[in-house]
Nanobody
Framework: QVQLVESGGGLVQSGGSLRLSCAAS????????MGWFRQAPGKEREFVSA????????DYADSVKGRFTISRDNAKNTVYLRMNNLKPEDTAVYYC??????????????????WGQGTQVTVSS
C-alpha cells in the first residue's frame, strides 16, 4: 500500500488561499487515483476533489468548484489542492486518499483504500 502524509493546513482569513500537499510513499504513486475529502466537527466526511492517475481527469464537489484546484506531480509523488477564496464553511480537517481505479465512485469515501492523517484548515470570518 501507499502511505500518505498531508501538509499545508493552517489558519487563514475569509477570502484567503492555501495549498495543501499530500506526499505519497511506499508504492508506485502513479498507479493510484487520488482524492481529497474533508470533515467538519459534527459532520460526515465529504468529498472535495479527485484526480485520475495521469491527472487527465479531475472532479470537484459543487461547493468548491471554481475555487479549488487539484493537481498532481507524479515525479514528486505528490498531489496538491489549491484553495482560493476560502470561506468559513471550508473549515475542516482535510484528508487525502488513494484508490487503485478512478471509476465513477471517485466521490465515495468508502471506495478509497488508503488515507492520510489529515491536516486542519480553519477559515476565520
Amino acid at each position: 500500500q501507499v502511505q500518505l502524509v498531508e501538509s499545508g493546513g493552517g489558519l487563514v482569513q475569509s477570502g484567503g488561499s492555501l495549498r495543501l500537499s499530500c506526499a505519497a510513499s511506499g508504492r508506485t504513486f502513479n498507479n493510484y487515483a487520488m482524492g481529497w475529502f474533508r470533515q467538519a466537527p459534527g459532520k460526515e466526511r465529504e468529498f472535495v476533489s479527485a484526480i485520475s492517475r495521469t491527472g487527465g481527469r479531475t472532479d470537484y464537489a459543487d461547493s468548491v468548484k471554481g475555487r479549488f484546484t487539484i493537481s498532481r506531480d507524479n515525479a514528486k509523488n505528490t498531489v496538491y489542492l489549491r484553495m482560493n477564496n476560502l470561506k468559513p464553511e471550508d473549515t475542516a480537517v482535510y484528508y487525502c486518499a488513494a484508490k487503485y481505479y478512478y471509476y465513477s465512485d471517485y466521490d465515495v469515501a468508502d471506495a478509497y483504500d488508503t488515507w492520510g492523517q489529515g491536516t486542519q484548515v480553519t477559515v476565520s470570518s
